[in-house]
């Protein structure tokens, strides 16, 4: 039996076919529609898991269930999104789970984006081998999640929120319109901000003229990586600057919580790779209460993928599994 | 059946008999013999037992078992205590398990002191209403503990070092040897070590003088206390200082981990109760990213019994119970 996992973003929608053994068998991805509200995001969603078994070579009939990792405030037994601002036309309260499950005929399993991401690295990625890990998303923002005893910590349901730990005090503006999170130096939305300001006040960058040669109207984690790669001056700053701050962040979360892994994921993560996680360890290295302990410090295994299969992952917490599901089940067991 | 806890501390050895429903029926408070090495402290150890023991009018033969909290690192499974610092001439790793339970004839457990002032915490105290908690302990210096599900969480062993989570890059020195932990601010060794640098620069304060009509060479917690009464400037500019550290770090840790409670205690937490409590809470509320879920922050309800309470529930987790363990036994079933 196969499980189909869904990452709803702002800008696509990857789908993902897992087979019992953990493996993706079929893929599909598309451009979120920006133009046609919440009814077209969910169509398009419907479409993308039958276009995904399509690609698996599959019939519908062997669809267990859906998972859907999504932003905004999730709630998983009413099966609606709320407040999920990237998301187009995304007004008030969304039902989600309802809509997909008349159109696709199989349960659906609301959850929030990072966190499936967190535990797909935590169940069949990077972070496989422990069963304690934190997980640290550097995209847009900064999210993150908490592993421990081969679970995810969800507290009073936001825990994970590393991104807005406190790195400096009335330190640089976060998105959040708070000051000094982690967020403020390590999200793009923030590093982009911080570089705007310091081009309008006359400081050197390529970062814009990439950007524009890609064609991009943001900075993209291409553009900081095609920058890094030309020696940029504002733009290794920029980034020096996110290390710094996830290197304390990290260790304050290390000291506290004495996990064997960190995972650093998410867009700008994935692209800038094990280096940009060698580097966070190597700052963390000096703040750590036992240093002689540190704890391994990964990039994410899975990259743009990770979301989809999390979200794959979700449709065994409700139905029992009729085959085994890989490795997920043999570290369960 | 009885079981005995005991809080073994640089300057008292505190031993508390818990019966069957959670209650203290006994007690001892010695000053730790400073003159024996680690044999005269652990021969105070036993003796404190049987005269706590006396105490709750109870026979040798209804001692399940006993309890001990130290400092330093534990071996559970060797029974040894190692690096513990505060004690009187403890040299390398010290057996204790062995000795006591020779001497008793009962089991003995060894457990960290702050996690098991967490645990009484948790499981009788403040933080009882919770399956989820901070511990926060503010003595010498700043240690702590994370309850998860009711359980701690201990990571690799040494989870909770709140106390070195950074809350000023490049800020305070701390006793730890980096700077702007919150122990560099929220600790009594730092604060009395800030507090001197200010007096010897000719900034005028009674901490001082309260500490040498008390009698003491430290400034202890019933020092600052009684400074605070008496409106001395400095004592209330660094106890100011401590609950600004104190809620950035606390709110970091809320949105990381996103617990329901925080308690605040340890002496000088205690001393302080819970006008402190609240003054940190209205500190962390404008860096939690949801401040409409604030946690509750609450002050320590065992005060100086909760240390020994809490080695005393550690005799559980090798022994079945006989009869109940009053709401242990309850909130575990």
Redesign the interface.
């Known amino acids: 039996m196969l499980r189909a996992g869904v990452d709803l973003g702002g800008t696509k929608i990857q789908v993902a076919i897992v087979d019992a053994d953990g493996n993706v068998i079929g893929q599909c991805r598309i451009p979120t529609p920006q133009d046609h509200g919440s009814a077209g995001v969910i169509d398009a969603m419907v479409q993308s898991v039958r276009d995904a078994m399509t690609d698996a070579k599959a019939d519908m009939g062997t669809l267990l269930g859906v998972g859907v990792g999504a932003p905004g405030q999730i709630d998983h037994d009413a099966g609606t999104v709320s407040h999920a601002g990237n998301l187009p036309d995304w007004l008030g309260t969304v039902a989600v789970a309802g809509p997909m499950r008349t159109a696709l005929g199989v349960p659906i399993e609301l959850a929030n984006d990072v966190q499936v991401g967190v535990m797909a690295e935590s169940k069949l990625g990077a972070g496989r081998p422990y069963t ?1 890990m934190l997980g640290v998303f550097c995209g847009t923002g900064v999210g ?1 999640g ?1 592993v ?1 005893n081969d679970e995810l ?10 991104g ?6 009335d330190g640089a503006p976060c998105p ?1 319109g ?1 000051r000094g999170c982690l967020e403020a130096y390590a999200g793009r939305a923030a590093m982009e901000a911080e570089a705007r300001r310091r081009a309008d006040k006359g400081k050197k960058t390529k970062l814009f003229e990439i950007m524009e040669k890609k064609g991009r109207t943001r900075l993209s984690s291409g553009v900081w990586a095609k920058a890094l790669e030309k020696d940029d001056h504002m733009a290794v700053d920029l980034i020096d600057r996110a290390i710094w701050a996830l290197g ?2 990290c ?3 290390i ?6 892994a960190v995972v650093i994921g998410g867009g700008l993560g994935c692209r800038l790779g094990t280096p940009f996680a060698e580097r966070i360890r190597d700052e963390m290295k ?2 750590l ?2 240093p002689e ?1 540190e704890p391994q410090v990964l990039s994410a295994a899975l990259g743009d993928l990770g979301g989809a299969m999390g979200a794959a992952l979700r449709v065994e917490h409700t139905i029992p599994p009729v085959g085994d599901l890989g490795t997920v089940t043999d570290r369960d067991a």
């Open positions: 304690s993150g908490i421990v910590w969800l507290g009073r349901g936001a825990a994970g929120e590393v807005h730990m406190v790195v400096e005090p959040c708070r304390l962040a260790a304050s979360a000291n506290l919580l004495d996990v064997e000096p703040h209460i036992l302990k």
